[in-house]
């Protein structure tokens, strides 16, 4: 009953960026990102859309493969054309704002079939790790349901479940809570905080400002593809000092403008 998984607890991995460029044809999204995420912190990626957040979070995860620079996630060097992508991507877990789950697989086999299928886990070994990352995310009772069948929170939830069945070293999360209903973030950003209060590496492009600023040892602002200004959250997040973080910032936190006076 107690799997290998259980005994095998992976580390924690870092993530080294290093003057990472990206252009799509002649239009350059990432232009020279430095970025460090140190083992068991959590980063929080902010900035407005179209600053490139997507596209550095999914060049660590080689689902986009940089024009220049390097990216070291624990011992694997990612921009290495002979890197080992299979290892490299049961070492990071990533979840999506939309939870791309497989809809004709019950909840149980969507966090299942990746550990048969890449880790070589047989079923039922496979199951109890599913069933012990189910009941993390509070829904061992749903295991026998289909996606269809339930809120987008809990699918977010299921999604977490998943990545975490992989026994991942870092999560990466790209706006996980922003296609939530509001009565459902809360949940998701709950499991998230424990997560980072365990020790996961992390690192959340999120617009969840009081997230980022309870959870986040580390907050980045993106804008037009450069990092325009990084530190702890209160310094970021409370006390920006760009321009550029302001702006963003004001019209973040209040973005309706109410009680903003144009006198
Ligand atoms: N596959 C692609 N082909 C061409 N351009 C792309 C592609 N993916 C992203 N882009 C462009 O790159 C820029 C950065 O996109 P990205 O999705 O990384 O931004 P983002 O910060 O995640 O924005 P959002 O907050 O809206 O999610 C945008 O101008 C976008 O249109
Ligand atoms: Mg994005």
Known sequence: MSVAAESTAPAH???TITNLHKSYGSVEVLKGINMTVEPGQVVCLIGPSGSGKSTLLRCVNMLETPNQGHIQV????VTDPDV???ALRQTIGMVFQQFNLFPHLSVLENCTVAQIKVLKRDKAQARD???KNLAKVGLADKADRFPDQLSGGQQQRVAIARALSMDPQLMLFDEPTSALDPETVGDVLAIMRELADEGMTMLVVTHEMAFARDVADRVVFMDGGVVVEEGTSDQVIGNPQQPRTQDFL????NP???????S
């Open 13 to 15: 991995a870092s993530v």
């Open 74 to 77: 624990a011992n694997h060097e």
């Open 84 to 86: 080992d992508i299979n």
């Open 129 to 131: 790790v599913a069933l």
């Open 250 to 253: 004001s019209r973040v936190l």
């Open 256 to 262: 309706t403008g109410v009680g903003l006076e144009e």
